[in-house]
């Protein structure tokens, strides 16, 4: 069973930036990605990785925000710049054991809040 605790959110102003991170409570598994779910709107997967450096992102955060690991700390990161108040969302970390699969391990998440 893997845990996963983020941390990082807050409120920032438009064009400002976070890091976000995200511990696991044993290692890091091969796929990970991170996620996010704004009021009223479906959760939706924003980045991934796959190993060390096989990154996937949806087009509205490409360029914007960065995806990484590091597997010593096993801890997961997401830098976002130029932050855009809908960028605005609970953001999760999530885990799976096998890259096929669907995500089954999910942290609690941490709040973005991005005012104009």
């Known amino acids: 069973q893997v845990q996963l605790v983020e941390s990082g959110g807050g409120s920032v102003q438009a064009g400002g930036s976070l890091r976000l991170s995200c511990v696991a409570s044993?290692?890091?598994?091969?796929?990970m990605g991170w996620f996010r779910q704004a009021p009223g709107k479906e959760r939706e997967g924003i980045a991934h990785i796959e190993g060390n450096s096989k990154t996937t992102y949806i087009d509205s955060v490409k360029g914007r925000f960065t995806i990484s690991r590091d597997n010593a700390k096993a801890t997961l990161y997401l830098q976002m710049d130029s932050l855009k108040p809908e960028d605005t969302a609970m953001y999760y970390c999530?885990?799976?054991?096998?890259?096929?699969?669907?995500?089954?391990?999910w942290g609690q998440g941490t709040q973005v809040t991005v005012s104009s």
């Open positions: 999530a885990a799976k054991v096998l890259c096929r699969n669907e995500y089954q391990y």
């Open positions: 044993l290692s890091l598994t091969h796929c």
